[in-house]
Nanobody
Framework: QVQLVESGGGLVQAGGSLRLSCAAS????????MGWFRQAPGKEREFVAA????????YYADSVKGRFTIFRGNAENTVYLRMNSLKPEDTAVYYC???????????????????WGQGTQVTVSS
């Protein structure tokens, strides 16, 4: 099992920035990718960004490309999401996810991931 804990959410004005953190623990050696998803009220959970844990390959949703950056910390089991130029439509609960299965980085459905954090709220005011 892998446990994921997110932090760093909050309230920010449009155009502002936030950095989310995800700390993984447990059987982290078995994971092949980590990612970020988000879910707004009344909407389905959607993919945001992913990074291959060993390869470092990165993939973004078109809606965040050029504004968000996913990166790994010095601690191997930590992943960050730097969010710049935030828009009100970025408001959502953001979830960290990880998977053991060796899938293409573009496998970005929620069911492609095995482990989930509890989520952290990001609210962008206009």
């Amino acid at each position: 099992q892998v446990q994921l804990v997110e932090s760093g959410g909050g309230l920010v004005q449009a155009g502002g920035s936030l950095r989310l953190s995800c700390a993984a623990s447990g059987r982290t050696f078995s994971t092949n990718a980590m990612g970020w998803f988000r879910q707004a009220p009344g909407k389905e959970r959607e993919f945001v960004a992913a990074i291959g844990r060993r390869s470092g390959t990165i993939y973004y949703a078109d809606s965040v490309k050029g504004r968000f950056t996913i990166f790994r910390g010095n601690a191997e089991n930590t992943v960050y999401l730097r969010m710049n130029s935030l828009k009100p439509e970025d408001t959502a609960v953001y979830y960290c996810a990880a998977r053991d299965r060796l899938l293409a980085i573009r496998s970005v459905q929620a069911y492609d991931y095995d482990y989930w954090g509890q989520g952290t709220q990001v609210t962008v005011s206009s």
